[in-house]
């Protein structure tokens, strides 16, 4: 693997699907929890309302347009995960997951999904930033274009996944109880995130 | 918190293991000017694991023979073979980042005859994280260019340069 494309294509897909950083999976899994196998339609608006957000602060920051403390978005990105899910078991969010369309509760999804997403764009651009090089500055479009990529076909993934295993939960469990689970196992666990990377 | 100390390496979600190394031909100096990039924390597990402690790098309090073990950790996982051929390289200092997380480290090689290609290994930190990431970016003869990405110990990248 030699080129500067395929190189940070890589690191993009492998940042937002590593096991081992699972934060951004776990906001996926948060975002996707009202949704069931049929609404991938829905859940293709809401993923790019998120993508619209994280591309843009990852390009902002990645070009030095500003710069906001790593261990606070490290932070704020399990409030994210928590938001999403403790917004998941407000009583819209199963019913604008029926109805759909553009609803009030929808709109607020959206409009949060974008938000949220900026703080992830933040996240993304911390470790970007760490693999750029001195004197490549004018290849840094190139790199950052590749990594971007890398990260949405890794999160596209993720989401299909996600929604596979949802519509195989709903031959046996109600909608709403898949909800509660999934959202109430992410909200526990970004809790422990928040808890680890209180910043100090 | 007992049973968060438990939880810790499992949640401990976000520390990214990465190091970035520059390789830089200089023709008329017929010289390949290398700098590398490591996380000082990374650096001192890894040298914590092979039993050396106390070494407070890149600090006042630094070890005297901090900069010899650091080089000879190069030695052993940075192999660059021009030509094919082994070569020694000089180590020329280290120099902490402007935010004081990471070390530069420069080295230099010099190329018998001219370049035609350049053998890479590069196995930095990878036994101390399984995660372990290493960018490796090579700017050849007439700035022909290569960057690749290390995942794994014992894997050999060769950028190959023509005649």
Partial sequence: MSGVFSTYLQLGFEHIADLNGYDHILFLVALCAVYQGHDWKKVAVLVTAFTVGHSLTLALAALDIFEVSSPLVEFLIPVTIFATSLGNTHPSALDSSAAGGFSKAMVFRYVSALFFGLIHGLGFSNFFRQMTLPGQENGLIAQLFAFNVGVEVGQLLIVGLILSLTWLSSLRISARSWNIFISGAAAGISLLLMLERFPT | MGALAFLGPILLAHAFHVSKTMVEYKAQEKTLQVSVHLFIDDLETSLRKEGHTALFLCTDREAPRAEGLIE????????????????????????????????????????????????????????????????????????????????????????IFGK
């Fill in chain 2, 72 to 159: 000879d950790y190069l030695r052993r996982h940075l192999q660059l073979r021009p030509n094919n051929r082994e070569v020694t390289f000089t180590f020329l200092g280290k120099e902490t980042s402007p935010d004081m997380s990471a070390v530069w480290i420069y080295l230099e090689l010099r190329v018998p005859g001219k370049l035609r290609s350049l053998a890479i290994r590069n196995s930095l930190l990878m036994q101390a994280f399984d995660d372990q990431k290493n960018l490796v970016h090579v700017v050849g003869p007439g700035k022909k260019q290569g960057t690749f990405l290390f995942a794994g110990p014992g894997v050999e990248e060769i950028m």
